[in-house]
């Protein structure tokens, strides 16, 4: 079965930082790009960073550049999205998608609080 | 960025009935490729996003037939012919065209 299982989040305080996970299995995982949406409490979805293949091509919206970094371990089928100075705005459930977002995972949430 | 602007926001149908969802880009969405990256998602409450359409009108598998996508450049349009009770939930459009990538604002589909 084609599964993502997303794990991680928790809650942090402002100026925090959290490591998501990503668990991919039932597909070759070097094959497709990765991304992470998140999506705050009652609101729509944003498409947060992208990494191609191999890693050497990641892009992220402008809110999280330079406080966010996607990578990838393919020997362990993993995706991660390293978070640093986080900020209540950064309150969401986080998703990891594979490719256009034919596959999601279930989702891990991440509250910034004091 | 790309602006996705969705129509209706709320969108009350009874069981049986046509549904209609607009979807408009601030910019053409064809690539260079000759491709047009728009996709229609649903999300049920509590649920992670599902695919339902792919570039424009191509049916995700397992998609139930009476969802249809069809549309070019900057307007598009998701119909389902005929509302089923497990189709409540907000449908998004998305493109994927340009980066960053982005979403419409959702469109509410509830039973009458």
């Known amino acids: 079965e084609v599964q993502l299982v997303d794990s991680g989040g928790g809650l942090v305080q402002p100026g925090g930082s959290l490591r998501l996970s990503c668990g991919a299995s039932?597909?070759?995982?070097?094959?497709?790009?990765m991304s992470w949406v998140r999506q705050a409490p009652g609101k729509g979805l944003e498409w947060v960073a992208n990494?191609?293949?191999?890693?050497?091509?990641?892009y992220y919206v402008d809110s999280v550049k330079g406080r966010f970094t996607i990578s990838r371990d393919s020997a362990k089928n993993s995706l991660f999205l390293h978070m640093n100075s986080l900020r209540a705005e950064d309150t969401a459930i986080y998703y990891c998608?594979?490719?256009?977002?034919?596959?999601w995972g279930q989702g891990t949430l991440v509250t910034v609080s004091s | 960025d790309v602006v996705m602007t969705q129509s209706p926001l709320s969108l009350p149908v009874t069981l049986g009935q046509p549904a209609s969802i607009s979807c408009r880009s601030s910019?053409?969405?064809?690539?260079?490729?000759?491709?047009?990256?728009l996709y229609w998602f649903h999300q049920r409450p509590g649920q992670s996003p599902r695919r339902l359409i792919n570039?424009?009108?191509n049916r995700d598998s397992g998609v139930p037939d009476r969802f249809s996508g069809n549309g070019s450049g900057t307007d598009f349009t998701l119909k389902i012919s005929r509302v089923e009770a497990e189709d409540v939930g907000v449908y998004y459009c998305?493109?994927?065209?340009?980066?960053?990538?982005?979403f419409g604002q959702g469109t509410k589909l509830e039973i009458k």
């Open positions: 998608v594979r490719g256009g977002g034919a596959i």
């Open positions: 570039k424009v009108s």
């Open positions: 990494t191609n293949q191999d890693g050497s091509e990641n």
């Open positions: 998305m493109q994927a065209t340009h980066w960053p990538k982005t």
């Open positions: 910019q053409s969405l064809v690539y260079s490729d000759g491709n047009t990256y």
């Open positions: 039932g597909f070759t995982f070097s094959n497709y790009w």
